[in-house]
């Protein structure tokens, strides 16, 4: 049946000694209103990266995302359309994203322009006046996109997994319904710019083309006079999150889908714990990457799925394993078959050791590959930072990730990854899959989405 | 071609130092060394694409694709997976109009193992008819998650080639019909590669960090002794202008909101790219940002459209495409919104700028922020790399990625004023997007 003929066999070539990871220059600093500030150098492109993450928690999530959103709409200096144009003319942009846990800021420019982004970003740090027309057309571009991301069944899915694992906590809702968009006034974003938008807590980051001690001392002289509402304010602290727990799988309808979203919720350590470089690659074997054996069995056995996934999300309040899989209609039942069986087979069953060594080497060449660029590097560096860590992490991780034995993987594995402990959601068509789905696990069916919880 | 950098943007070069060499077998390879880069990234690209599929094969060069990832000669199913993701790095293919790429990014000390397996699947892919069955699963899955069980799915760069193209190569959905995927057979798939995957059609790039001799000489044991074969002829893809304007509409059911797009043909990207770089430029003049022509009218101060976005090539790929081509902008319009009002609106702000023009400081800006992404996105060892393969294959002209920051602000007010002039209606294909409950 092969179509191969040439008989020639060629030998796989070895690789090379591995490069040890090797950290970038850089410096830090605590300005005088709290604002910790780290330059980092990656010389590879005339750009420089910016992050700046501000802590978020108990602020409703609606409020914080219109606040990003019209974070650039003007202040006494400048016009929305001002802001707009000389960030442009520094080659740069700056965007403000919203999540239960922070604001993040990101943007980037050409390096010799990077004075004039900090002076931009200073004056709406400082100076953001969220003006009521403004407010009212960003408040209406953003409640149309979170309609457009809720139509999506993914993302709904995803929607009805939060709030079943997560019930009241703050996480239980990352995409604000656009009715609780709709309500808030530029009243209340004036008031949360003034109280939570602040320095004391918050952590700015900048790498690429630069000298870090220049690039931290550019950054006092342009943000060392930011300072919060009657100083340093008290902490406000995420408050723990509860752990994904199993219960029956959570059927929702939706009529006519051709396709059922898959979604499951795992217990995870958290980045501290001894067990995260084990967990981290159990999953992968589970079904973290591409060779996974949930990936090849599902999509490269059966056909079921363009693409399973599986990813260890930490949060300020918790970590979890989220599965994520959209199969064909007709394969819902025998899909989650197999997802529940690859759980139990990696929780009850020791890994290969060639299966924990492959992970192993993907898990460390990841660090590399994920911080070579300037934006993979910020990026990195700013979530780090978020958690009160710094790039000296990776190295730590990487030799954890080194020690890890089969042992260790296969207790992480059982620890945290049987098919038992998994809280399940599966969005389609309740009048096509629910007898199969029924058959392989208890099941509770809703006949319509939820509406979206306001807080 | 000479030009000359506008005086307001000082403009960043960059110095990627390249060579160029084909093997004896016809195998064009560009490399790239960046010594002291912890990584490699490693591209190889064929000069086929939806473009290329015949009649009765829709979505084949997209099938085929899975296709080459499924085992080779010396390399069992999951095996290419597992040695890319088991050295550390990461592995993709994507299929385009006209070309199809495959690449990986790994640590510098994988670099031979991965021209091992990009040889190996260039000299005899394993294409067996359980693979074929079992991709095309997967790519039916990949159609449902991306296409049908989406709002907007295909819009507008699946949806709009029909409206404006009439001949099969240009105007087919390249995703593919469920009947033409599962009418796929075996020999299908060798005749492809036969006539497509030449390595007289093929380029190689590496870039990051390695020791160019070295490097060269793992490229002549690896690939030197795949079999010649030549290029195929270049399929003629040429179709004169609209002498009308076109306007389709269709409803989506999962779409919450209606939406719009709209599409006006540009010079051929390659044999003329000094008339074709204006309405690079121009399309980001309308519509980059909050300070660009069309956001601020239609988005903050007429609330006309929620979301603005333009570009050239119906992929967002300027300098990755052949002609015919288009420059594209695509509208979200709020719940009720007009397609046709907006419509009307983009039109009186192109002829304001064919008019009256637009300043060097105005156009100075934009091209600043174009310099800018463009170099970002090669920061990436494997975004320049594709890159530069490409510009191989479609112009052998790697080099020009050093180049494409001067010439981008190079475009005088002149030329984006002239440029505008020829967005006019009746030049123009759009398509509409109505919301199931609209209907």
Not at chain 2, 185 to 214: K, M
Request: hydrophobic share 40%; proline share 8%.
């Amino acid at each position: 049946m092969s179509a191969v003929t040439s008989g020639l066999v060629r030998p796989l070539p070895e690789l090379g000694p591995a490069a040890p990871l090797v950290l970038p220059p850089q410096a830090e600093t605590v300005l005088p209103g709290g604002l910790t500030v780290v330059a980092i150098a990656r010389r590879t492109a005339p750009l420089v990266e910016l992050r700046l993450w501000v802590p978020m928690a108990a602020v409703d999530i609606a409020e914080g995302a219109l606040l990003a959103q019209t974070l650039l709409s003007g202040t006494d200096a400048r016009s929305a359309t001002g802001i707009a144009v000389e960030l442009q003319a520094a080659g740069g942009a700056l965007d403000g994203g919203a999540s239960p846990d922070r604001w993040l800021i990101s943007g980037n420019c050409l390096a010799s322009s990077l004075d004039r982004l900090l002076e931009i970003l200073a004056d709406v740090l400082d100076g953001a006046l969220h003006p009521d027309y403004e407010v009212s057309v960003e408040r209406e571009r953003l409640a149309h996109r979170m309609r457009v991301v809720l139509s999506q069944p993914p993302n709904l899915a995803r929607a009805e997994l939060l709030r079943r694992v997560y019930g009241d906590h703050p996480y239980a809702v990352d995409t604000p319904a656009p009715e609780r968009v709709d309500a808030v006034t530029a009243e209340d974003v004036r008031a949360l710019h003034g109280q939570r938008m602040r320095p004391d807590g918050a952590t700015l980051v900048l790498v690429g083309d630069l000298d870090p001690e220049e690039a931290v001392g550019l950054v006092s002289r342009r943000l060392g006079h930011w300072a919060g509402p009657g100083g340093p304010g008290e902490k406000i602290l995420m408050p723990p999150a509860p752990r994904p727990a199993p219960g029956p799988l959570l059927l929702v309808d939706r009529p006519g889908a051709v396709q059922s979203s898959i979604r499951l919720a795992l217990p995870a350590s958290g980045r501290g714990h001894r067990d995260t470089a084990p967990l981290q690659l159990a999953n992968l074997i589970f079904g973290g990457y591409f060779c996974s054996r949930w990936t090849e069995n599902i999509r490269e056995d059966k056909g079921y799925s363009y693409g399973p996934s599986s990813v260890i999300d930490h949060s300020l309040g918790g970590s979890a394993v989220m599965l994520s899989v959209n199969v064909a209609t007709e394969v819902t039942a025998p899909a989650l078959v197999e997802t529940l069986y690859e759980l139990g087979r990696i929780a009850a069953l020791p890994p290969t050791s060639e299966e924990v060594e492959q992970a192993r080497r993907y898990a460390i060449g990841s660090l590399s590959l994920s911080t070579a660029t300037q934006a993979g590097l910020a990026g990195y560096a700013a979530t780090l930072a978020g958690f009160g860590l710094r790039l000296d992490y990776l190295t730590a991780h990487a030799e954890r990730l080194a020690a890890a034995t089969v042992e260790d993987v296969h207790r992480a594995a059982m620890t945290y990854l049987g098919p038992g402990r998994a809280a399940a959601v599966v969005l389609g068509d309740v009048e096509r899959v629910e007898r199969g789905v029924g058959a392989v696990t208890a099941t509770e069916v809703r006949r319509s989405p939820s509406e979206p919880r306001t807080t | 071609m000479t030009r000359v950098p506008s005086p307001e943007v000082v403009v960043p070069r960059t110095g990627y130092r390249i060579e160029r060499f084909t093997l004896g077998n016809g195998l064009r390879v560009v490399l790239a060394p960046e010594p002291g880069s912890p990584v490699v990234g490693v591209a190889v690209v064929y000069g086929v694409g939806i473009r290329s599929e015949p009649e009765g094969r829709t979505g084949f060069a997209h099938l085929f694709e899975h296709l080459m990832f499924q085992g080779s000669a010396n390399l069992e199913k999951f095996e290419h997976f597992r040695h890319v993701q088991g050295a550390g790095g990461t592995f993709n293919g994507s299929t385009h109009l006209d070309y199809t790429e495959y690449f990986q990014t790994v640590p510098a000390n994988a670099l031979e193992r991965v021209l091992f397996l990009e040889a190996d699947r260039m000299r005899e892919p394993r294409l067996t008819p359980e693979n074929l069955l079992n991709q095309i699963d997967v790519v039916k899955e990949e159609i449902r998650v991306n296409i049908l069980n989406r709002p907007y799915g295909g819009f507008p760069w699946l949806r709009l080639p029909p409206v404006m193209f009439d001949t099969f190569p240009n105007a087919h959905d390249g995703y593919g019909s469920f009947a033409d995927l599962e009418a796929a057979v075996i020999g299908d798939a060798e005749e492809f590669f036969d006539r497509h995957y030449a390595c007289g059609n093929a380029v190689l790039s590496v870039t990051g960090g390695f020791a160019p001799e070295e490097a060269r000489r793992m490229v002549e044991r690896h690939f030197g002794d795949v079999p010649a074969r030549p290029a195929p002829p270049r399929p003629d893809l040429s179709e004169p202008d609209l002498a009308e304007t076109r306007r389709h509409s269709y409803v989506d059911e999962a779409a919450p909101t209606p939406a719009v797009a709209a599409a006006w043909r540009v010079p051929d990207p390659v044999a003329d790219l000094a008339g074709y770089l204006p309405y690079v430029v121009l399309a980001e003049v309308l519509t980059d940002g909050v300070s660009s022509r069309l956001v601020e009218r239609l988005v903050l101060k007429e609330r006309l459209a929620t979301g603005i976005s333009g570009h050239t090539g119906f992929m967002g790929d300027a300098f990755d495409v052949l002609d015919p081509t288009a420059l594209v902008l695509q509208l979200n319009l709020p719940s009720g919104g007009s397609a046709e009002r907006a419509l009307e609106v983009v039109d009186e702000e192109v002829e304001r700028l064919a008019a009256d023009g637009l300043t060097q400081e105005e156009l100075a800006r934009v091209q600043a922020r174009m310099v800018a992404l463009l170099l970002r996105d090669g920061d990436a060892v494997i975004g320049r790399g594709v890159r530069m393969a490409v510009l191989e294959l479609q112009r052998g002209a790697p080099g020009l990625l050093n180049e494409l920051p001067a010439l981008l602000t190079s475009v005088t007010p002149g030329e984006i004023r002239a440029a505008a002039s020829r967005l006019r209606p009746g030049r123009r294909a759009s398509l509409e997007v109505v919301p199931g409950r609209d209907r």
